[in-house]
């Protein structure tokens, strides 16, 4: 009997430490430590800023407020030219996983695929979710517009879990329509469906080719007007 009040004790305990642990993870960064970068023009040709932490920024939080924790990559995996990499972090029992992206022919985009999984395992326990938080409402408050709706894209266009994620196939696709017709198939995206290429989920990735495969068969008839590479 003794020896399992002494085991309820140390799971009660657990709970507490791990209590307190997210709570100090979820407090705010400091924000010189936050950084901004550039990453859209929106509909009417503003650009678009949204902060961030470094990922060693994120690393040295943890070593502060959970000394204990792990990290491991779960999964890298290959879409066309799209790494995907897959970071788990443990805190206490507590695993926690998020999935980066970054160009497959490059080290330095595999290596930021790796940065950004962690980054987004590490926000799942608290850390910087505020500015997560702030670039998502950013998003959300400027809608899908018009033209998107009509078309038949997914009101999400952006994939739910690596699963879901635009295949390989369908990013060939997009990248010969937008080479053999000249559009800007990034921006095209970004401007009409608020994501990247390749966040796309399969669905929507989908409606997108046949949005693009319209448009180069009746260019004239695009409205808005497309946004043209080069």
């Not at 799942?124 to 709706?149: H, W």
Request: charged letters at 30%; a negative charge.
């Amino acid at each position: 009997m003794r020896q399992n009040k002494t085991v309820e004790q140390a799971n009660f305990d657990n709970i507490l430490d791990f209590g307190t642990t997210l709570s100090k993870l979820r407090k705010n960064v400091d924000p010189e430590l936050v950084r901004t970068r550039e990453t859209r023009r929106d509909r009417n040709g503003n650009i678009q800023t949204v902060e961030y932490v470094e990922w060693h920024t994120v690393a040295d939080i943890l070593d502060e407020s959970a000394p204990n924790w792990e990290h491991s990559v779960k999964d890298i995996r290959r879409i066309g030219d799209i790494m995907t990499v897959t970071v788990a972090i443990t805190i206490d029992g507590v695993t926690r996983e998020g999935i980066g992206t970054g160009i497959a022919q490059s080290e330095t985009g595999i290596k930021k695929a790796e940065h950004d999984a962690l980054k987004r395992a590490a926000v799942k326990f608290g850390i910087a979710r505020e500015l997560y938080k702030r670039e998502f409402e950013s998003i959300e408050n400027e809608p899908v517009t018009a033209d998107a709706v009509t078309e038949g894209f997914p009101a999400d266009p952006i994939a739910a879990s690596l699963s879901d994620l635009v295949t390989a196939k369908q990013l060939g696709m997009i990248r010969a329509i937008g080479r053999e017709s000249g559009i800007d198939t990034e921006g095209e995206c970004s401007l009409l469906l608020k994501c990247s290429v390749a966040e796309l989920s399969k669905r929507a990735a989908s409606s997108f080719i046949d949005h693009l495969q319209k448009a180069q068969k009746h260019p004239a008839a695009a409205m808005p007007p497309l946004r043209r590479a080069g």
